[in-house]
Each structure stands twice: as structure tokens, then as C-alpha cells.
Nanobody
Framework: QVQPVESGGGLVQAGGSLRLSCAAS????????VGWFRQAPGKEREFVAA???????YYADSVMSRFTISRDNAKNTVYLQMNSLKPEDTAVYYC???????????????WGQGTQVTVSS
């Protein structure tokens, strides 16, 4: 079993940046896809970005060109660099680790506990 652990959330002003990390305990996740989702208060969890086992990337339209997902398999870690943050990016961000055949936007797989990102105006 793979257990994702998120870190890097916090409070930032609009226009600022944060970098989230998702580290995996258990098995190495070199053969897994990894994604980020977020859930704002009163809203459903939504897809943000994902990276496949071979480095292919996927982004939600709302974060395209502002967020960048990357992975370091040697460290069993995936990063989400978030730039030009907006108040509407405020949410709990969750890491999702999924098998290579899963749709990265589906939410299948293993979930972390989440990390809070708050963007003030």
C-alpha cells in the first residue's frame, strides 16, 4: 500500500507562490501516476493537476500556466509549484496516487490527508 503525505501549505497573499510536496511512504511510486486535487469550503473536490509515471502532465484549465507539477522518483516525491495565486485557489489540497491505467482525473487510488492553502486578497 502507498500512503501519500502532503506538506507545504500555508497562508500567502494574492500573487504569491507556494510549493506543495507529496511524499509517498510504502512502495516506491515510480510506476504510479500522481495527482493533486483541491476542495474549497462548500464545494466538491476538483482535479488540479497530475503527472504520469513517464512524466506526462495534465492541468485543470483554471491553473494552466500558473501551476507546475513535477516529480523526483529518487525522493519518492511529487511537487506542485503554484505561482500567481488567487483567493479562489484557497482550498485543502490533496495528493492522489494512482495506477498507470487509471484516469488521472478520476480520483481512483490512494489519498493523503490534505494540506490547507489560504490565499488572502
Amino acid at each position: 500500500q502507498v500512503q501519500p503525505v502532503e506538506s507545504g501549505g500555508g497562508l500567502v497573499q494574492a500573487g504569491g507562490s507556494l510549493r506543495l510536496s507529496c511524499a509517498a511512504s510504502g512502495r516506491t511510486f515510480g510506476n504510479y501516476g500522481v495527482g493533486w486535487f483541491r476542495q474549497a469550503p462548500g464545494k466538491e473536490r476538483e482535479f488540479v493537476a497530475a503527472i504520469s509515471w513517464n512524466g506526462g502532465t495534465y492541468y485543470a484549465d483554471s491553473v494552466m500556466s500558473r501551476f507546475t507539477i513535477s516529480r523526483d522518483n529518487a525522493k519518492n516525491t511529487v511537487y506542485l509549484q503554484m505561482n500567481s495565486l488567487k483567493p479562489e485557489d484557497t482550498a485543502v489540497y490533496y495528493c492522489n496516487i494512482h495506477g498507470v491505467e487509471a484516469n488521472p482525473r478520476s480520483g481512483d487510488g490512494y489519498w493523503g490527508q490534505g494540506t490547507q492553502v489560504t490565499v488572502s486578497s
